[in-house]
């Protein structure tokens, strides 16, 4: 199964890309019916301000951080008519296109750098930037990337334990809110989990320290504080 909005993932490699070119990313058209996407933790005190941070679960019930981009499937409302994303932070995920790590055998602990080679800014006009040098070896756009996947790996190791922690507490609830459009209609936004704040304060004292050393109660505290954004995504709607 392909990542979100990925569409042909392959292993980069120098015999096969070695004369590739690369345009930089400014069109973010590939991401318009992107409703929601993961982020980690380390990004929440800037997502925070303009993105609702919810919780979803996968299919064996670990629990994961998205933000929300749009309030109907297939519907990213920070993406305008002409392609470009209206928000001051964009989430490293879209940030990291057309680059990925992935493993290329499953529970493989190893990962291999990949791109999706269905982006329209490769190509071998020599428009952009080389992906390898004269000599054959990785230029230095393609080190930084290679970098910016490395550190955005270790960022989602991080966020699993936390988000491991924040299941372990019992605190997170079932997110539904019934939303009203401006021409009248009514629909259910449901399938994500949220921090009940009743239940946050009746953990343990010695847990609730424990948050506060870690800097979790901080994410939390951000989670919450996005909530308020819900309201900022409907006024998006056409």
């Known amino acids: 199964m392909q990542p ?28 318009r019916e992107t409703n929601s996407l993961f982020i980690a933790a380390v990004e929440f005190p800037r997502a925070c301000r303009e993105y609702p941070i919810v919780f979803g679960a996968d ?16 519907q990213n409302l920070f993406i305008d008519k002409k392609g470009q994303w209206k928000a001051e932070y964009i989430p490293a995920y879209v940030r990291r296109y057309p680059f990925i790590l992935a493993q290329p ?18 190509n071998i006009a020599k428009e952009g930037r080389p992906m390898f040098n004269a000599k054959g070896e990785e230029s230095a ?25 924040l299941a372990a507490l019992g605190v997170l609830e079932p997110m539904q809110a019934n939303i009203e459009l401006k021409g009248g209609g009514k629909f259910a936004l449901g399938g994500f989990q949220c921090v009940n704040r009743t ?16 800097g979790h109660m901080e994410l939390i505290y951000a989670h919450l504080l996005s909530l308020n954004n819900v309201g900022a995504l409907l006024k998006r709607l056409p």
């Open 141 to 165: 756009v393609l080190k930084q990337a290679v970098e910016f996947l490395k550190d955005y790996q270790n960022q989602v190791h991080l966020t699993t334990l936390f988000c491991k922690g």
């Open 105 to 122: 055998d499953v529970g493989a602990d190893k990962f291999a750098v990949c791109i999706d080679e269905s982006y329209p800014g490769f």
């Open 199 to 214: 239940k946050l304060g009746l953990v343990k004292p010695a847990k609730l320290a424990d948050l506060v050393k870690t």
């Open 4 to 31: 979100i909005f990925y569409k042909r993932v392959v292993p980069l490699s120098k015999e096969q890309h070695g004369q590739l070119y690369l345009e930089p990313v400014d069109d973010f058209e590939f991401a």
């Open 59 to 74: 299919n064996k019930g670990d629990v994961f951080p998205v933000v929300l981009l749009g309030m109907k499937k297939n």
